[in-house]
């Protein structure tokens, strides 16, 4: 999987509000496990012609051409920002204390490019080796959860139980009814998410989510991407290092503890000189490029769906939030 997959952006850093705010967040961040939205077509060879390879160093700022149809950072944000809204407005009509955790600094990377081929910031490497510097959540914990009990529990989720998991609780039945009036199935949280995403999933597609990590998969053991891998292996090892790619490097059980080490400071600053010697990241954002356009061709009908979703979801979002 893309280290963005699995980065502690993954958690939305900073965004907690409770249960809704943690159901949401994993909505929206988690990598996809089935195909609700429908199976991508792969037919497309995983050796695209790619063309010229340009000459890139950091990919923060790039773009890859299925982020049209993913959630940026802030989308993400405006998403929760809205079920936030809505859920706080559910829980005031039924006249039940609610009040979700104040929402933290952004924490994690910084995009969907960001330490997608590891790191590629010789200033961020220098300063914090491998680790996020003020946007780690290890070292910058965001504000603890709310937790919700007894009848708020019972109107955020529509359910009863220590935590508002459908597979640990159950739904009340009969429907129940609170201050007069009846609790909705879901609760206030499923009201919420489908004001905003309608009958679809809140978020991004499964569609979607799918072709950005085959296409990071796929690349990754590309010929032209597995080849700059080993120049830049070659690099390292002249650097005393020892390495099969830079994901391998990132990922070192050694630099995983709160603080930087000196040793993980030298190897992710030799890291990213090697990839500025080997042109690693524009070779694999050129290959995964040119991946990306062939799978998007190949699901066109598919993918236009999940466009017109998404921007529904935006407009509905920024609607909520216009009249806060």
Not at 153 to 176: D, E, H, K, Y
């Amino acid at each position: 999987m893309p280290f963005h997959s699995v980065s502690p952006s993954r958690a939305f850093g900073g965004i907690g509000g409770g249960v809704v705010a943690a159901a949401v967040s994993a909505v929206l961040l988690t990598a996809a496990t089935g195909c609700s939205a429908g199976r991508a077509n792969t037919a497309v060879p995983a050796a695209a012609p790619a063309g010229r390879a340009p000459v890139v160093l950091s990919s923060v700022d790039l773009k890859l051409p299925i982020e049209r149809y993913l959630f940026s950072a802030s989308e993400k944000q405006s998403l929760v920002k809205a079920v936030r809204i809505l859920v706080q407005q559910c829980m005031d009509r039924y006249d039940v204390p609610y009040r979700p955790a104040p929402i933290g600094p952004s924490l994690g990377v910084r995009s969907l490019m960001d330490r997608r081929y590891g790191i590629t910031d010789e200033r961020a490497a220098r300063a914090d080796g491998y680790h996020l510097g003020d946007r780690d959540p290890r070292t910058h914990p965001g504000p603890p959860p709310a937790r919700p009990t007894g009848t708020s529990l019972l109107v955020l989720t529509g359910r009863t139980g220590p935590a508002a998991s459908s597979a640990t609780t159950a739904p009340a039945s009969p429907p129940p009814v609170v201050n007069g009036q009846r609790v909705p199935a879901g609760g206030c949280a499923a009201q919420a998410e489908a004001a905003i995403a309608g009958s679809g999933r809140l978020g991004p597609s499964d569609l979607a989510q799918d072709l950005n990590d085959r296409s990071f998969l796929t690349t990754k053991a590309d010929a032209r991407v597995t080849g700059v891998f080993r120049a830049w292996s070659r690099c390292m090892k002249g650097k005393g290092f020892s390495y099969p790619d830079p994901l391998n490097a990132m990922s070192d059980r050694r630099f995983q503890g709160a603080q930087p080490t000196h040793q993980e400071i030298q190897v992710a600053s030799a890291d990213v000189d090697c990839k500025r010697q080997t042109n690693l990241v524009g070779m694999w954002f050129a290959v995964e490029t040119a991946f990306e356009k062939a799978q998007i061709r190949q699901n066109a009908p598919e993918l236009t769906a999940v466009l017109k979703a998404k921007q529904s979801q935006l407009r509905a979002a920024a609607a909520v939030l216009a009249t806060d």
